[in-house]
T-cell receptor
Framework: KAGVTQTPRYLIKTRGQQVTLSCSPI?????VSWYQQTPGQGLQFLFE???????NKGNFPGRFSGRQFSNSRSEMNVSTLELGDSALYLC???????????FGPGTRLLVL | EDQVTQSPEALRLQEGESSSLNCSYT??????LFWYRQDPGKGPEFLFT???AGEEKEKERLKATLTKKESFLHITAPKPEDSATYLC??????????FGKGTRLHILP
C-alpha cells in the first residue's frame, strides 16, 4: 500500500505571497490532518478534515486554511506569507476518526 | 493547560547501552498516547499506541509503557540505526492531539 504523499517536497516563497500544499492520503483513509513543525515549537496541529468537513482546528491565524476533496485528497493554503511561516508542513492520514495517524514526508517551506 | 513534556531533550548512548525516554502529560480526558520516531528530513513514523494505564507494547528493541501520568519508551541494547528523534503525542477525548517536543537520541557505535 502506498504511503501518504505530499507535494511539493520543497518550496521557496517571498513574504506576502500565498502557497498551496497538497496531500494524498493512504488509500481508504478518510481523515487528513495537517501539522506545522519548527525547531522552536515542535509539531503543532493545524486542522483535521474528515469526509470533506473540517472537524478540528488548532490555534493558527485565519491565513492558514485547508480543504478536502471527495477522493480524500487535501490541500492546505497559507496566504500573505510571513517569515515565521518557514517550517516543515506535515500531513497525516488515518482510516477513521480515532485511528492511528500515518505521516507523509512533509513539504519544507522557506519564506524569504 | 494541557501539555506534554518529554525528557531528556537529547541523549547520547553507546551501542548496547539500554535506557529509557520519558513522556509526562497533563491532559484533561486522555484518549490515547502515541510514540513516533522521526529521522532527519522525514515525517514521523508510527511506533506504538497506548490507551490505558498498565498497558505495554513491544517492537524489536523498543518497549512502551503507560501510567496515569507518564509513558516510558525503553530501548534495550540499542544500535546506531536507532538514532532518531522520538516523539510522544496524546489525544484528548475531543480528539485534539498534542505533541511533545521530542527526545533526540544518538547511539554511538
Amino acid at each position: 500500500k502506498a504511503g501518504v504523499t505530499q507535494t511539493p517536497r520543497y518550496l521557496i516563497k517571498t513574504r506576502g505571497q500565498q502557497v498551496t500544499l497538497s496531500c494524498s492520503p493512504i488509500s481508504g483513509h478518510r481523515s487528513v490532518s495537517w501539522y506545522q513543525q519548527t525547531p522552536g515549537q515542535g509539531l503543532q496541529f493545524l486542522f483535521e478534515y474528515f469526509s470533506e468537513t473540517q472537524r478540528n482546528k488548532g490555534n493558527f491565524p485565519g491565513r492558514f486554511s485547508g480543504r478536502q476533496f471527495s477522493n480524500s485528497r487535501s490541500e492546505m493554503n497559507v496566504s500573505t506569507l510571513e517569515l515565521g511561516d518557514s517550517a516543515l508542513y506535515l500531513c497525516a492520514s488515518s482510516s477513521g476518526q480515532r485511528e492511528t495517524q500515518y505521516f507523509g514526508p512533509g513539504t519544507r517551506l522557506l519564506v524569504l | 493547560e494541557d501539555q506534554v513534556t518529554q525528557s531528556p531533550e537529547a541523549l547520547r548512548l553507546q551501542e548496547g547501552e539500554s535506557s529509557s525516554l520519558n513522556c509526562s502529560y497533563t491532559v484533561s480526558g486522555l484518549r490515547g498516547l502515541f510514540w513516533y520516531r522521526q529521522d532527519p528530513g522525514k515525517g514521523p513514523e508510527f511506533l506504538f499506541t497506548l490507551y490505558s494505564a498498565g498497558e505495554e507494547k513491544e517492537k524489536e528493541r523498543l518497549k512502551a509503557t503507560l501510567t496515569k501520568k507518564e509513558s516510558f519508551l525503553h530501548i534495550t541494547a540499542p544500535k546506531p540505526e536507532d538514532s532518531a528523534t522520538y516523539l510522544c503525542a496524546v489525544t484528548r477525548r475531543d480528539d485534539k492531539i498534542i505533541f511533545g517536543k521530542g527526545t533526540r537520541l544518538h547511539i554511538l557505535p
